[in-house]
């Protein structure tokens, strides 16, 4: 099953929907170094506080695999992580472990922030009933003078962020549910799928390097700035032209697999792993999996003993 190549992955809407971000953490770096000890750190050109941009950029380990993925937020003084909560913890661990003199407090904002997700031009209409800003394009970061934070996200139709103070939030959240019918996490996750925007979750720290799972076509990894954690080996491997596996959408039948579950070729052999997957009805689901490229021309490819199908293959051209 050879994969075609389109230049992206097609953008499919998921209609609109308002979903409490439960399962997401946010970790707020403040101090005169916060920026200058993530751009350090991280895999991404990091934004400055005060800017209107936001990013996802990864953590990675001393040769260069992922340990965590978290998008970047700017406030007025500080800089926002967001980042799944099953790994939040590690994460914040392993970053006090680098700051020794830097003037950086790293701290988690549970119980005390909240974070919204919402989709569809009903959402758009919701925030400005709300006298809310509504970002126009991907990526762009508008605030308020109570501190609400409104993040324009990838995808088909709008889709918005809205983090700050929990009793804020929540109040938002009431008003947001008269114009947008409640979903799920996994509703708002196969909507990140079908954009093709990467997670890693506890079980799947550690599998990739950053451009196994796009993070380069997704403007998260910076060729041109200083040494980060790994920037060696993410390096060699894009200025070789080394990158021998890449990030599709695919589908499959019975339960979504968890993250980092192995891909296997017809002979047994390993061709890759899950990075996120999600039922889409009680008899199959989709996925994000990073596959060898080798890989894609097999007739047959299997996830826990089952065929998998998949639908797109990425960008070849990086555009960060």
């Not at 340990?67 to 913890?89: G, N, W, Y």
Request: charged share 20%; aromatic share 4%; glycine share 10%.
């Amino acid at each position: 099953m050879a994969a075609t190549a389109p230049d992206s992955f097609p953008a499919l809407s998921i209609g609109p929907l308002l979903v409490p971000g439960d399962s997401l953490a946010v970790i707020q770096a403040h101090g005169d170094e916060a920026h200058d000890f993530l751009q350090r750190m991280l895999t991404a050109d990091v934004p400055r506080p005060g800017s209107g941009s936001s990013v996802l950029a990864g953590l990675c380990t001393p040769k260069g695999r992922l340990l965590a993925l978290a998008r970047v937020i700017p406030q007025s003084d500080s800089l926002c992580l967001v980042l799944p909560q099953s790994i939040a913890a590690d994460t914040v661990q392993r970053l006090r472990m680098y700051v020794l003199r830097s003037k950086v407090t790293l701290t988690p904002r549970e119980g005390e922030w909240r974070l919204l997700q919402a989709s569809g031009a009903e959402a758009q209409r919701g925030l400005a009933a709300q006298g809310l800003p509504s970002p126009e394009t991907p990526d762009t970061v508008l605030g308020t003078a109570e501190g609400i934070l409104v993040v324009r996200l990838a995808g088909s139709g709008p889709r918005y962020w809205i983090l700050g103070s929990a009793p804020t939030v929540s109040a938002i959240e009431e008003k947001l549910s008269d114009h947008l019918p409640t979903g799920s996490e996994e509703q708002w996750r196969l909507g990140e799928i079908a954009a093709g925007i990467p997670q890693i979750e506890a079980t799947s720290r550690e599998l990739f390097i950053p451009q196994m799972i796009n993070l380069d076509h997704l403007g998260g990894v910076s060729f041109s700035k200083g040494c980060f954690p790994g920037q060696e080996v993410v390096a060699r491997t894009h200025y070789r032209g080394q990158v021998k596996q890449r990030m599709h959408r695919a589908t499959g039948s019975g339960p979504p697999p968890l993250p980092g579950s192995e891909i296997r070729d017809p002979e047994g052999g390993l061709a890759g792993h899950t990075v996120s997957a999600v039922a889409t009805d009680g008899e199959r689901y989709s996925a994000l999996v990073s596959v060898r490229e080798r890989a894609l021309n097999e007739a047959i490819l299997t996830l826990e003993g089952a065929p998998i199908q998949i639908e797109h293959a990425p960008a070849t051209e990086a555009s960060a």
